[in-house]
T-cell receptor, first 112, second 113 residues
Framework: EAQVTQNPRYLITVTGKKLTVTCSQNMNHEYMSWYRQDPGLGLRQIYYSMNVEVTDKGDVPEGYKVSRKEKRNFPLILESPSPNQTSLYFC???????????FGPGTRLTVL | AQSVAQPEDQVNVAEGNPLTVKCTYSVSGNPYLFWYVQYPNRGLQFLLKYITGDNLVKGSYGFEAEFNKSQTSFHLKKPSALVSDSALYFCAVRDPNDYKLSFGAGTTVTVRA
């Protein structure tokens, strides 16, 4: 089944404790992206990747890191999480820039 | 810089009535435009897109959208709404010269029986 998977689905952590949210797609998509969803703000793009080893900042990259060492994986790293990073996070992938995106199920992160 | 506006936070309609969800955009070139839907506690699902060609685009679940370049709008429509259409709808735009995708704040649609 074609899909985007994220892990974990739910995470409660404390300020400053490094964490990684994994994202994997099995569709051989070139383009992958991370978003955060906050009430009243819609989805805001954090980082995106056009292909392996090619990443760039979205609209809200501060406090986040990403890597794209393999085509299928695009992990999101929070080196020192803060409470303002409490949010619902989505990973997405698509064949190309103009293609529709396939979204993962989301990761609900709470930083205390 | 590109941006999207969804001027209505909420849209309420009766089942069987037409449904319209509004979206306006700002982009430097010819836009790539998308509509996505999010059901409660679910990820986003693609509904339809406009890249080029006919201004009227047909998508999933009976939805369609009309691209209007002069008004920079891409309103989502459904001739006869169903209770199951109740969800959160997002419009998104991409400048073809950029890899960023910008989403609107979303519109909550409630269809009452």
């Amino acid at each position: 089944e074609a899909q985007v998977t994220q892990n974990p689905r739910y995470l409660i952590t404390v300020t400053g404790k490094k964490l990684t949210v994994t994202c994997s797609q099995n569709m051989n998509h070139e383009y992958m992206s991370w978003y955060r969803q906050d009430p009243g703000l819609g989805l805001r793009q954090i980082y995106y990747s056009m292909n392996v080893e090619v990443t760039d900042k979205g609209d809200v990259p501060e406090g986040y890191k990403v890597s794209r060492k393999e085509k299928r994986n695009f992990p999101l790293i929070l080196e020192s999480p803060s409470p303002n990073q409490t949010s619902l996070y989505f990973c997405a992938s698509s064949f190309t820039q103009g293609s529709e995106q396939f979204f993962g199920p989301g990761t609900r992160l709470t930083v205390l | 810089a590109q941006s999207v506006a969804q001027p209505e936070d909420q849209v309420n309609v009766a089942e069987g009535n037409p449904l319209t969800v509004k979206c306006t955009y700002s982009v430097s070139g010819n836009p790539y435009l998308f509509w996505y839907v999010q059901y409660p506690n679910r990820g986003l699902q693609f509904l339809l897109k406009y890249i080029t060609g006919d201004n009227l685009v047909k998508g999933s679940y009976g939805f369609e959208a009309e691209f209007n370049k002069s008004q920079t709008s891409f309103h989502l429509k459904k001739p006869s709404a169903l209770v199951s259409d109740s969800a959160l709808y997002f419009c998104a735009v991409r400048d073809p010269n950029d890899y960023k995708l910008s989403f609107g704040a979303g519109t909550t649609v409630t269809v009452r029986a």
